[in-house]
Nanobody
Framework: QFTLVESGGELVQPGGSLRLSCTTP????????IGWFRQSERKAISCISP?????YYADSVKGRFTISRDNANNTVFLEMNDVKPEDTAVYLC??????????????????WGKGTRVTVSS
């Protein structure tokens, strides 16, 4: 079974930074389009294509968040900087091996993790 595992969520103050990780023990993430979603939102906040030549950021996070791959460790990261209270959410990573480019609609993603909680509060 293809299960994604997220980590890195925590309580952070406004203006702070944190890094979320997404990995899986059995499959090679480099072959998949990976998206990060907030639990209550249909559209991805960020996405990276399988060969990392295409990335996407929602307007709400553009300039503050960075998505990247570490293929040696089979991990996709979401670096979150200058976080705001409105970034508070459960963050889920999702994967698809059907698309060669980024997809942003959650209905296009095939495999999901259970999420990691980010709370931005002073």
């Amino acid at each position: 079974q293809f299960t994604l595992v997220e980590s890195g969520g925590e309580l952070v103050q406004p203006g702070g930074s944190l890094r979320l990780s997404c990995t899986t023990p059995k499959y090679t993430l480099a072959y998949y389009t990976i998206g990060w979603f907030r639990q209550s939102e249909r559209k991805a906040i960020s996405c990276i294509s399988p060969n990392a030549d295409s990335t996407y950021y929602a307007d709400s996070v553009k300039g503050r968040f960075t998505i990247s791959r570490d293929n040696a460790n089979n991990t996709v990261f979401l670096e979150m900087n200058d976080v705001k209270p409105e970034d508070t959410a459960v963050y889920l990573c999702a994967a698809s091996d059907y698309y060669s480019d980024c997809v942003t609609d959650r209905t296009a993603m095939e495999y999901w993790g259970k999420g990691t909680r980010v709370t931005v509060s002073s």
